[in-house]
């Protein structure tokens, strides 16, 4: 068809001028500092990696790649065991008190976290929290369940019941045929919360800025900001260190990336 | 979102066991680590918005509404407000408009689709300061590099005060119209290929099919893509606060910008705390408006 070989030249040049950004990012990176101000928009000639290793050293990507890698697994382990527990609850039970839980979990989508920030601050420093993997963890659970509820929310209430049932009546509890038989179907919806919370937290910036800076438990985001502080008018040092800071992320987005549209088609049906 | 999909009639002896909810214990967990992070900092939050506290020891007291009245007579933050109206308008309009464009794109048979659909996305997944950093360079003022140097001007993007703003609503359009993409999308997986053969064979063109078929099919996404969106809007802070800290001046302060500055570099930790819940308000009525008007008009679509 002629008119879809159109639109698919067009396409491709949106997605070219798109790119313009990372092309400069990636380029600015594998250029040395007389390049960079002789051609900033050529093709690196020849390219050098030599921004990569001071950027890696300079950056302290190392630790901060284990804070981030330990503070967002652990929060996503408890994001998806206690929101789809939790939504199974609301999902299923038929009560005005259950319909007005659910939207005090909603509530949480709408409020600034800037409005508690202070007070939290206070609370997490009176637990002995602050400068912790353990305060951050705690905080991310906190402030993710309420995205992670509706969700999954949606997603169980376009379940048929029968499944859960069907086991219930063969003599399961509810715990049994929630973990055996309704969270096996959560799959796509669980990998759709996987994805956009890991998104969520591992570029995070200001909560562990506050609450990490300082302690030698930074995470990537953080370190990043001060080693681009530091070196800001090298660029192609800056920018390795960037793109060495966005690669985890970008990586695990592209391994699970099939499951993000699927999760918001069957998101959007509940 | 639509009705769900309907259930079967329950009968006989299963419909006991479908119509036993699980207990509250399935909530229990969640809701104290919801109410412990998020529930009561918040009420605290709006506690402290009354006070003068100054984020130092114990040392506070009640102002009555001290802190709302100096926020009505300070220049700075009511531009900010300003600032945060104008800025979420344009990220709303623009970020959706493309992702619309985007989507419809994307959905259409071509070769590239699945490339596409990954590049067009792949900004939402970086770092938000990562990315204000990265625009920072795109928008440096020297006419041979950045995207003066690919369009052949000499703006100085995030220099200017007439432009700074749109120019920081254009980086978080160009991150984040990928999200929208992939809810409209989402969307238009759910409009059944029959009825725009049925629209075809009635003689619709192109803009009739989408006007009268994919559009209306299309009211849940764009119901939550105007929410996130929004919301997203007004709570901006990373982006701003790596590219130009509210500069030049004060052209793209925005209430989130403000409220950190009184909090950590001044110590107004009661003021701070009053400007956030003017924020919260601001989310709020939004929010309450859009969901009312927006799922109003997906019943009667």
Do not use: C
Not at chain 1, 100 to 111: A, C, M, N, S, T
Not at chain 1, 225 to 243: C, E, K, P, R, T
Not at chain 2, 44 to 56: E, K
Not at chain 2, 220 to 233: E, H, Y
């Amino acid at each position: 068809m002629r008119r879809t070989f159109l639109l698919e030249i067009v396409m491709i040049a949106v997605a070219v001028a798109f790119l313009f950004p990372v092309y400069s990012l990636v380029s600015l990176s594998l250029k040395d500092p007389g390049q960079i101000s002789r051609s900033p928009l050529a093709l690196p000639d020849p390219p050098t990696f030599d921004n990569y290793g001071s950027a890696w050293s300079a950056a302290a990507l190392g630790p901060s790649l284990v804070n981030s890698t330990v503070i967002t697994v652990v929060s996503l382990v408890a994001l998806i065991a206690l929101g789809s527990f939790a939504a199974y609850f609301l999902a299923r039970v038929q009560s005005r008190l259950g319909y007005g839980l659910y939207i005090l979990f909603l509530l949480g989508i709408v409020l600034p976290f800037q409005l508690g920030m202070i007070p939290l601050y206070e609370l997490v420093s009176d637990l002995g929290l602050i400068g912790t993997h353990t305060g951050m963890i705690l905080f991310y659970t906190g402030i993710q369940l309420p995205f992670t509820v509706f969700l999954y929310t949606g997603f169980i209430r376009a379940l048929p019941r029968e499944y859960a049932s069907a086991a219930q009546i063969d003599g399961a509890s509810h715990l049994t045929a929630f973990t055996r038989v309704v969270f096996p179907l959560l799959r796509p919806i669980t990998g759709t919360v996987l994805i956009l919370n890991a998104v969520f937290i591992w570029n995070d910036f200001f909560t562990p800025l506050v609450y990490l800076g300082g302690s030698g438990y930074e995470t990537v985001p953080v370190s990043v900001f001060a080693f681009v502080g530091q070196y800001v008018s090298d660029h192609g040092l800056v920018f390795a260190g960037l793109v060495l800071g966005a690669l985890p992320i970008v990586v695990v987005f592209l391994a699970l990336q099939r499951y993000v549209i699927k999760g918001f088609s069957s998101g959007l049906k509940g | 979102m639509t009705a769900g999909r309907s259930r079967p009639a329950h009968r006989g002896a299963r419909r006991r066991f479908s119509a036993a909810s699980p207990p509250w214990l399935f909530a229990a967990p969640a809701l104290a680590v919801y109410a412990l992070v998020v529930l009561y900092p918040a009420i605290s939050g709006v506690v402290y918005a009354f006070t003068d506290w100054s984020g130092i020891g114990q040392d506070m007291s009640f102002v009555g509404l001290a802190n709302f009245r100096t926020l009505l007579g300070d220049e700075q933050a009511m531009g900010s407000i300003g600032n945060t109206l104008l800025l979420t308008v344009a990220i709303v309009a623009v970020q959706n408009g493309v992702g619309l464009l985007l989507a419809l794109g994307v959905h259409a048979r071509l070769k590239s689709r699945a490339l596409l659909r990954v590049i067009f996305f792949s900004p939402v997944v970086v770092s938000p300061v990562m990315v204000a950093f990265l625009w920072k360079y795109i928008y440096n003022p020297d006419p041979s590099a950045g995207l003066n140097g690919l369009l052949g001007l000499h703006v100085d993007w995030l220099g200017d005060p007439s432009v700074a703003l749109w120019s920081i609503a254009g980086m978080v359009v160009w991150q984040y119209a990928g999200y929208s993409m992939v809810i409209f999308l989402a969307g238009l997986e759910g409009v059944p290929r029959e009825l725009h053969e049925a629209a075809m064979i009635d003689g619709a063109g192109t803009f009739q099919r989408f006007r009268y078929v994919t559009w209306p099919l299309l009211a849940p996404a764009v119901t939550i893509n105007l929410m996130l969106s929004t919301i997203g809007g007004l709570k901006l802070f990373d982006q701003i606060f790596a590219a130009t800290n509210g500069g030049p001046g004060y052209a793209t302060e925005t209430l989130s910008t403000v409220l950190y500055k009184q909090a950590f570099v001044f110590g107004k930790f009661g003021y701070s705390t009053a400007v956030a819940l003017v924020l919260a308000l601001f989310v709020a009525a939004v929010s309450l408006v859009q969901v009312y008007y927006l799922r109003r008009r997906e019943v009667t679509a």
